[in-house]
């Protein structure tokens, strides 16, 4: 097929993408990234990464000053955005607005909002339709207050000037491997001693965008842990009153949400466990969920649980901090209980780029780590902990296979050693 019947091709199934399996669609957007690659040019391919951080940025800004919420508004009365009238929707500079508009308004009297939407239409956020007016595209509601994207583009604009830090950070430090969470680049970027959750304690609003950014489904097809584990099977205790699962660390609960929704008839106490600020900050649970301030490092106040659910949590923590984690809930477990870690399981090699970029991430603002399955397992055994199985979302038995960890969320089964 020539290159003019492939955009022939690719143009259609845009405008008539007809019904396709999660995997056909994974494979066309690895696809057509590839089809990038090869088609542009290095300088292209350089100023695409570069600038992507201007991308974040207008997006971060478009949240601030509000201007989704101010396009979704006039969409659903089926008007187009006009340029004035979004400027005093939002009380904003009209020239600010417009620098993230279009990417070739060139009139010296642009307004702010304007100066903003030129990026925001140049990723695809909103389509221009006069040098004057747009309108809202797929994206455009994705990133109105309080959805998941709005949440994740308040946090990541705060990463920016963590990842800016890297260089004079590892220079300093003679290009080591970040090994205290006190040091990190995310200290040395911001001038401060704390470590970077008790830094989050006092930016409120940054740290609500994480704790939603980690209620979000760990998993690329959007399953969770107990759609792929055998629940019912595996969790059972003989009284209601019985601890059945603790989550330890599990921010504002949605996983014992979603769990108890899909399980209802599940007996035994479900058991949140996060720091007293995240705690407070919960509004409303459905009955049978039990809150707790507990500090992971400090011994486990609930002694003899069937399950013990740590998600997402040992990748912000370097080895010696990790283990510390696990003897704490080692020594509450009995022989009965299971230990549930739920995180992305690198490969030995091929790591995909999404598994990478937040294993950077971990390393930039907590020294963290993601880990392979013998990392896991060497981990697992310095506490006194083994390994039974690794679960994954794709419906199939427990898999050793490092395939099928790269894309998808793993649930690693562990118990005391015998």
Known sequence: MGLSEAITSINTAVVSPGKFSEEER???VSACERLRASLETPIEGVIRRLFTTQDAIALRLGVDMKLFDAAVKASSS????QIGELSSEVSADPLLVSRCWTKCLYEQNLTLSARIMRL??????????????FSSTDLTGAYATGSVAATGAIHTAELIRTFAGFPDYFEKNGFQNPNDAYNAPFQYAYGTKLHYFDYL????RIGQALNTMLNMSTTRSGLQWFEYFPVEAKLHVKSSSAPLLVDVGGGHGQDLIELKQRHP????????????????????LPSGIETMSHDFFALQPVPGAKAYLLRCVLQDWLDQHA?????R??????????????EVVLPESNVGLLPARI????MGLLAGVDRTRKQFETLLNDVGLELVHIWTSDHAPPTSDPSKLVEQSALIEAVLKK
């Open 26 to 28: 994974r494979e066309a």
């Open 78 to 81: 089926g008007d187009e955005i």
């Open 120 to 133: 925001l239409v140049g990723i695809g956020i909103f389509k221009e339709n006069t040098k004057d007016s």
């Open 201 to 204: 304690a006092t930016r409120p």
């Open 265 to 284: 008839a599940l007996p035994g106490r479900l058991i949140l466990q996060d720091q007293s600020h995240v705690i407070d900050e919960i509004t409303e």
């Open 323 to 327: 283990r510390q984690i696990l003897s």
């Open 329 to 342: 809930i080692k020594d509450a477990m009995t022989p009965e209980s299971l230990l549930l870690i739920c």
């Open 359 to 362: 294993d950077v991430l971990m």
